[in-house]
């Protein structure tokens, strides 16, 4: 970075360059030079300086009329900055040569046979030549500017839309990529995840029939349950990320859990849990009933994770147009004899859930060496 990167830049206030504003002032620095031009004028020769001054607030709309009506002021009066206004009007407007070429030149002829008329016109001395020249310069200058004004608005619209070209284009690609990249996460999940998964129900199924134990055979018809929901949910994800035009906004993205179905979770979870789950009679709306399903279900896997015989406290309940879960695990008697793995983005994507429903979520140890897990959502989002 250079030090002229590193100053502030400098910027006119909006006013300055307010549309209005570049319409006014021409018309006043035009009446100010009419005004020190044609003060021991007649009053007839005043008044078409003021003309000329006054129809340039007309100049934009009607850029070649206005030339006509300020020649009247620069023929009979020494005025230039009306005209020349108006000239460069006429080329930012009308850059057409057929009408550029005749209005430039009508002031050229203005200018040079200036009134009172001398008696010898075309007399070749210096001073013609200078008044020519002078002529010449003063429809010029102002054309020429006009048609650079006009390029660079039509240079800057281009490169607007060059710009918005390749916005577009890196839009689409990142979109491409990401259906490459989505495709690759369902055939991932297809190819292990739900391969193994149905190796799980599988052998479930084969245990609940074989077993003549019948605590056994009721755990593993719950890990066959289990095994089945997951892999419905898992094929509604897998169709979901292999969509290339993203899912539907009326179709789910897989069997939504709602604040009925959280007893079934609880009794499922196979910890000894103590619930209250007092929600109120008022409707939630659906992801607040999903987000509390989810924090409930993820607390509960770090539990049985972590701390599977310890004892457990679940609450659900209302308060005011805030729903508050709080699900917290005393201190576990004994270390479990093996952890399952984990990535430590369940608790994460807990809190980034609350956050974007305008609720909030806090984790963290108990001081009596337990766990807690506390989540606030809100009815509406404020």
Known sequence: MTAADQLPSRRLPAWCTAPWLMLLLPALYSLLDAALVARDAAWWQVALSTLAAVALLWRR????????????????????????????????????PRVLVPCATLFTLVEFFHWPLPDQIFELTRGTALDAIQAIMLAAGPAATGLLARTR??????????TRGQERESRLLAERVLISERGRLAREMHDVVSHQVSLISIQAGALQVSTGDPAAAHTARTIRELSVRTLDELRQMVGVLRSTGGPRPDAPLAPQPRLADLPRL??????TAESELNPGDRPWPEAVERAAYRTVQEALTNITKYAPEAAVHVKVRAKGRRLRVEVRNDAPPGRPAEILPGGGHGLVGLRERAQLLGGSLIAGPTQDGGFEVRAELPATRS
């Open 61 to 96: 709309r009607f850029p070649v009329t206005v030339l006509l009506l300020t020649m009247p002021g620069s023929y009979v009066n020494d005025i230039w900055l009306a005209p020349m206004t108006a000239v460069y009007t006429v080329a930012s407007e009308r850059p057409n």
């Open 153 to 162: 608005r039509e240079l800057a619209a281009r490169l607007d839309e060059l």
């Open 266 to 271: 609880i009794e499922e979870s196979g910890l």
